[in-house]
């Protein structure tokens, strides 16, 4: 991207607060009791599934809907009672809202000019090159692909130089390649202007990609925030372990413990779990491992302090997508346990039908504050238990023979 080329994106921008923040509507409450801090300069994302109240909380900060309790403070000044055209605050939406009869450059100084600013033209003219499209100013909105249409409600909303700057599922209208080639250069420009982002979206990998810190929404509130890699390796709850890509979850028993880990059973396999990584350490708990770490064996691999292994399973599917195959595993008295193998080789490693183990380091797993009864994807009681018992003696015995 360009660099800044003047005065234009000179002011920083200003961190926002949400104390207490609530949002009632009749019959149900969107937003519960919500606290956020998000520093002045940062790219922060909210991101969770529709009607987790994202997008409430986004309309709250930019007044476009009203608390019923709590405060709103940018820059440190409380603006909860301060009207929307008020507020030091921008807004890029899906629908890009260009006015289709102005050109490109009267599009991003229209809000410029109602504020009879002098150097207008100017200052739009810095914000398209910012974007890349200066070139193209005197073109109308009909002219431009959809991505340069973003880029220009883009330019437009950081022209006014806002404290904050609000996305609202920005490249959602965007196909696959140009929505992935947006996510790097909204990153690169919300560092270059050193305006404050908040960004509401769905998408996983974009909120991944783009933000510094991620906060994942359930119900009206935070189920965790972090660092986007911490999310990721250290999911706290299941809603967060198979929202944030996808997870096997497994329940069972705490059957040991040394200083720094803890033992679980699991269908009779014992997986071992660092403390450091787990939320509980007693009684039953939940313990997951991401996909991409599983290892697909078609023998019972070495036993390894540092291994954890489940099996034998079948194999129930099998699906390409290029860059790595995914494999179903059904394990007896376990389920259904996903794998992600890295294509190294012309055909997959293994086919449905094929027994095989699924393996990981124990580094590698992590432990949920859930309980069992909101976390386990499976959980059998004892006539279940006793059946998949016997499925997985059939197994090995048909492994012996053959």
Not at 14 to 41: C, H, M, S
Not at 92 to 113: D, K, M
Not at 317 to 341: H, K, M
Request: with cysteine.
């Amino acid at each position: 991207m360009a660099a800044m080329t003047g005065s234009a994106f000179a002011e920083a921008g200003a961190d926002l607060k949400l104390v207490g923040v609530q949002k009632r509507f009749p019959g149900f409450t969107a937003i519960e009791n919500l606290d956020l801090t998000i520093p002045a300069g940062s790219f922060f994302a909210l991101l969770g599934p529709s009607g987790c109240g994202k997008t409430t909380t986004l309309r709250l900060v930019a007044g476009l809907e009203e608390v019923s309790a709590g405060r709103i403070l940018i820059g440190g000044k409380d603006v909860t009672a301060t009207k929307a055209y008020q507020r030091p605050v921008n807004t890029v939406f899906q629908s890009y809202a260009l006015f289709p009869h102005l050109s490109i450059l009267e599009n991003v100084a229209f809000g410029l000019r109602r504020r009879k600013m002098t150097d207008a033209l100017t200052r739009a003219h810095e914000a398209l090159n910012l974007v890349e499209l200066d070139h193209l100013s005197a073109r109308k909105p009909a002219q431009l692909s959809g991505g340069q249409q973003q880029r220009v409600a883009l330019a437009r909303a950081v022209v006014n130089r806002p404290a904050l700057l609000l996305l609202d599922e920005p490249l959602g209208a965007l196909d696959l390649k140009l929505r992935r080639q947006m996510q790097l250069e909204l990153k690169s420009i919300q560092g270059e202007v050193g305006l404050t982002f908040l960004h509401v979206t769905h998408d996983q990998e974009e909120a991944m990609t783009m933000a510094d810190t991620v906060a994942v929404m359930n119900k009206g509130r935070i189920e965790q925030m972090g660092a986007p890699a911490i999310l990721y390796e250290l999911p706290r709850t299941a809603f967060v372990a198979n929202f944030l890509g996808q997870s096997n979850l497994f329940s069972g028993l705490v059957a040991g413990e040394t200083s720094n880990s803890i033992a679980v059973d699991i269908a009779g396999s014992r997986i071992v779990v660092p403390k450091s990584r787990a939320q509980r350490h007693g009684g039953e708990v939940t313990i997951g491992v991401r996909p991409e770490k599983l290892i697909l064996t078609r023998t019972a691999p070495n036993a390894n302090s540092a291994l954890n292994s489940l099996g034998p399973g079948r194999i129930t599917d099998v699906s390409f997508s290029g860059v790595s195959t995914q494999f179903s595993v059904e394990i007896p008295s376990v389920g259904a346990v996903v794998v992600f193998a890295q294509n190294l080789q012309a055909s997959p490693m293994a086919s449905v039908g094929d027994a095989v183990w699924v393996s990981w380091n124990v580094e590698h797993g992590f432990g949920l504050e859930d309980d069992e009864r909101s976390a386990a994807r499976f959980s059998a009681d004892e006539s279940t238990a006793m059946i998949a018992a016997h499925r997985k003696d059939a197994l090995l015995a048909e492994l012996e023979d053959s």
